[in-house]
Structures are given as structure tokens and as C-alpha cells.
């Protein structure tokens, strides 16, 4: 639902989605869902990425919270150096 709605109204609901994509990482990653929950992060990094070019001050520290998480969930797929 939070993707249809980000799609329609990106102004209003992507950061919704990028936060519930955040989220959503961090509950597959706690099922040993790996590859999954790397996904769902790298895909909320990236909107966190557009939000932050638009407006920094609202966006950048949740672009840094979901970069570390990119960063767990990489290692945890032994790919540290990628981090």
C-alpha cells in the first residue's frame, strides 16, 4: 500500500515507504532472511538518497541510519568489504 501511495504522491509518501522499506530490512535480517533484507534496505537507501538531495536537514540522518544498516546487512551476507 505505502508503494502505491509513493508512487502516486512521491511528495507525500516516499518517505513513508523508505521507512517502512528501512524497517521491513531490519525484521527479514532478524529471520536470517538475508538477501531479503538487503534488498529491502538498499531499495530505502536509495529514496533516502532523493530525499536528502531535496531536503538534507529532514533526510540526511535517516540516509546515515539506513547506509549502517546497508552496511549489517552486507556483512552479514560476507560481503564486509563491500561495506
Do not use: K, W
Amino acid at each position: 500500500m505505502r508503494r502505491t501511495l509513493a508512487e502516486a504522491r512521491p511528495d507525500a509518501f516516499l518517505p513513508d515507504l523508505a521507512g517502512s522499506l528501512n524497517n521491513l530490512s531490519n525484521r527479514l535480517s532478524a529471520l536470517g532472511r538475508r538477501e531479503e533484507a538487503f534488498e529491502a534496505c538498499n531499495e530505502a537507501v536509495g529514496h533516502y538518497r532523493t530525499l536528502a538531495e531535496a531536503r538534507t536537514d529532514a533526510f540526511l540522518p535517516d540516509l546515515a541510519i539506513s547506509l549502517n544498516n546497508l552496511s549489517s546487512h552486507l556483512s552479514a551476507l560476507g560481503q564486509g568489504q563491500r561495506a
